[in-house]
């Protein structure tokens, strides 16, 4: 069956202006959780979707935002970008109970 | 919240060798999971390991849950074991999903 798809996969942004990224997770899979991953920071938690509810946030300000959709997609929104927002950005589909958790290819973000 | 801690942070070993990559962390969990990320930056998963043993091939995994830790083992390394070998788990309880991520093992296999 066809796995957690992310698309872009690249993107290229101005500082200053907003993006959309996109996750279509595996069919079945309700959880739908988002990441960033930078040289230093590492991989860090954004958010988790279940059933269209955001049930959990990581430490980010609220420039980063997301949504889901009934047929369980997520979206993930950066208003005004900067420079530090380039990452590469992961997203991972679950069941949901902490059940095992599948990633996409990711999106990587270069904000110049 | 829960602090998960990788060790070693770089290893470097010759074709064949056998390595031990440790996973600590600082609080009960029910969910750990061993990931490997390719080149191309996509984690791979090797093992979902709550608790126990699990053997895939030349990998296995063991996670003690009672003492917070949990060991990949990886047997006759070959050149495409090389990358970074993630461990994670529950961001925080209470029913909803999301990961913690350790820091990684960067694993460098040479010929």
């Known amino acids: 069956k066809a796995g957690v798809t992310q698309t872009p996969r690249y993107l290229i942004k101005t500082r200053g202006q907003q993006v959309t990224l996109s996750c279509s997770p595996i069919s079945g899979h309700r959880s739908v959780s988002w990441y960033q991953q930078t040289p230093g920071q590492g991989l860090q938690f954004l958010f988790e979707?279940?059933?269209?509810?955001?049930?959990n946030k990581g430490n980010f300000p609220g420039r980063f935002s997301g949504r889901q959709f009934s047929n369980s997609r997520s979206e993930m929104n950066v208003s005004t970008l900067e420079l530090g927002d380039s990452a590469l950005y992961l997203c991972a589909s679950s069941l949901g109970g902490f059940t095992e958790a599948f990633f996409g290819q990711g999106t990587r973000l270069t904000v110049v | 919240g829960i602090q998960v801690e990788q060790s070693p942070p770089d290893l470097i070993l010759q074709e064949g060798a056998n390595s031990t990559l440790r996973c600590n962390f600082s609080?009960?969990?029910?969910?750990l999971q061993w990931f490997h990320q390719n080149p191309w930056g996509q984690l791979i998963n090797l093992f979902y390991i709550p608790s126990g043993t699990k053997q895939n091939g030349r990998l296995s995994a063991t996670t003690v849950a009672t003492e917070r830790y949990s060991l990949l083992y990886i047997s006759s390394s070959q050149t495409t074991d090389s990358g970074v070998y993630f461990c994670a788990v529950p961001y925080s309880g209470g029913g909803a999903d999301g990961l913690t991520f350790g820091k990684g093992t960067h694993l460098i296999i040479q010929p």
């Open positions: 979707y279940f059933s269209e509810t955001q049930r």
């Open positions: 609080d009960s969990v029910n969910n």
